[in-house]
């Protein structure tokens, strides 16, 4: 569910039109709904609520301070992935108690900001990561809290790009190996091994994987206590997926079904870190059209969001509803299913400015006719549009606006020229 909804046929956010916002502020412009981002929070909230877990967004979804405060405010926590993700979640209010820290390669730097913010635990995930871990820690006399995580190794289930739980990646420690590299730190003086992590991948839209991650997180539990762990701690990680082309997401309950008897069973506090899942569909990314033009047999859409707006179509094809937000008596509503064949649309690439043939936000795309000046809405851009942004092609970052009813606040201004050479050295 969101709060994006055509009424007379202009496109709003809760209670404002967008093309009010555009007007004021440009485009390209990210724009949030408040109510969908405290919806999908609560939404996790109560589907868990019987083992009254400790969810900790996910900084790197959308670090955007007024969001992660906004999380905070409700009950949030944070998950970072690295220093600069800390000052953030400390930024936004977070205290140290409720953050973890995630990510394959931590700076020694990292390590002592993190201990010095008394984090709640780390995420470790490698056994050379940990003794760095350690020795700092032992530096800095604050002992380290830790989790291991695991990579499951299980079958492939998202894009391959953002699969994390199969054999052969980057994360985690082998499962294989875990437990013989855990004996040893039992009662280690500056590390304490407080609990099991795994995040299996993004966006995951069934509940087996989670069945199975939590089915053999359960006995590395059980082995790592009778080795003489304390374990308190089980870390799902995030991976909850949300609709894109379809509606095809699971609502939150469908994975508390399966996570929430296991974390019962094993007596562990939960942790989880979902990101996409509470911004993903709470924003959008607003364009307007500069030309259209046929060529090659194709029809174009050139506007002015691009690649360095929004990376996922380019570097995952990922689908990304697209609509006019006003689009003409004529015009169906938009599909929520995406159908091959819509009345009244023609096939459009959808594309923008930047000098690279990768440089698009849709494919082969069923659209009504669009002209110049007309305003696009992209649909569930809220995580990984910002947060991924660059200045590539001297393009300046957009503007982000939260809407909240009928009020809405600019929580990030348009970035200027001065703004991208801002960190270079005066010539
Ligand atoms: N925890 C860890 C350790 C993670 O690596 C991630 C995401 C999350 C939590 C949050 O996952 P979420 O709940 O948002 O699915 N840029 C890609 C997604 C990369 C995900 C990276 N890790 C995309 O745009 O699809």
Redesign the pocket.
């Known amino acids: 569910m969101d709060h994006f909804s055509y009424r007379r046929r202009i496109l709003h956010c809760e209670e404002v039109p967008i093309p009010s916002l555009a007007e004021r502020y440009g485009t390209p412009l990210y724009v949030y709904s408040k109510a969908t981002l405290l919806h999908h929070l609560r939404q996790l909230q109560h589907a868990f609520a019987a083992v009254r877990p400790l969810i900790?967004y996910?900084v790197?979804?959308n670090g955007n301070l007024h969001i992660c405060r906004l999380m905070i405010e409700h009950g949030a926590g944070a998950?970072v992935?690295s220093g600069g993700e800390l000052y953030r979640a400390l930024r936004s209010g977070a205290t140290g108690d409720k953050i973890v820290f995630?990510?394959v390669g931590k700076t020694d730097a990292e390590f002592r900001y993190a201990l010095d913010s008394n984090i709640l635990m780390f995420?470790v995930e490698s056994e050379a990561e940990l003794h760095a871990l350690a020795e700092v820690a032992g530096q800095l006399g604050r002992p380290a809290r830790v989790a291991l995580?695991v990579n499951p190794a299980l079958p492939p289930k998202t894009?391959v790009?953002?699969d994390?739980s199969v054999k052969g990646t980057k994360?985690g420690l082998d499962i294989d190996s875990l437990l013989e590299f855990a004996r040893p730190m039992v009662r280690h003086p500056h590390v304490q091994v407080v609990g099991l992590?795994m995040?299996l991948?993004?966006?995951?839209l069934t509940t087996e994987p989670y069945r199975e991650g939590v089915e053999k997180g359960l006995l590395l539990i059980d082995a790592l206590r009778q080795q003489g762990h304390p374990i308190e701690y089980l870390n799902m990680?995030?991976?909850?997926?949300i609709h894109y082309r379809r509606q095809a997401a699971l609502p939150a309950s469908a994975f508390a079904e399966v996570i929430v008897p296991a974390v019962q069973k094993a007596r562990c506090k939960l942790i989880l870190?979902?990101?996409?899942?509470?911004?993903?569909n709470a924003g959008i990314l607003v364009s307007r059209v500069l030309y259209t033009k046929d060529s090659g047999g194709k029809h174009f859409v050139i506007q002015d969001a691009a690649m360095n707006d929004l990376?996922?179509p380019t570097?995952?094809d990922?689908f990304h509803r697209i609509w006019p937000v006003a689009p003409a008596d004529d015009i169906p509503a938009p599909p929520t299913d995406y159908e091959d064949d819509i009345p009244g649309t023609i096939k459009t690439e959808v594309v923008g400015p930047i000098c690279e043939s990768g440089d698009f936000l849709a494919h082969d795309r069923r659209l009504p006719p669009l002209h110049r000046g007309e305003l696009l809405a992209i649909f569930s851009a809220g995580?990984?549009?910002m947060?991924?942004s660059s200045n590539y092609n001297g393009r300046c970052r957009a503007a982000e606006v939260l809407v909240d009813g009928a009020t809405h606040r600019l929580i990030r201004r348009r970035e200027t020229f001065e703004d991208l050479v801002r960190a270079e050295i005066e010539v």
């Open positions: 900790c996910s790197k979804t998950d992935t995630a990510g995420n995580r894009h790009k953002t994390t994360f992590h995040h991948g993004s966006p995951i990680g995030g991976g909850f997926g870190e979902p990101g996409r899942f509470i911004v993903g990376i996922r570097l995952y990922s995580a990984y549009g947060s991924m």
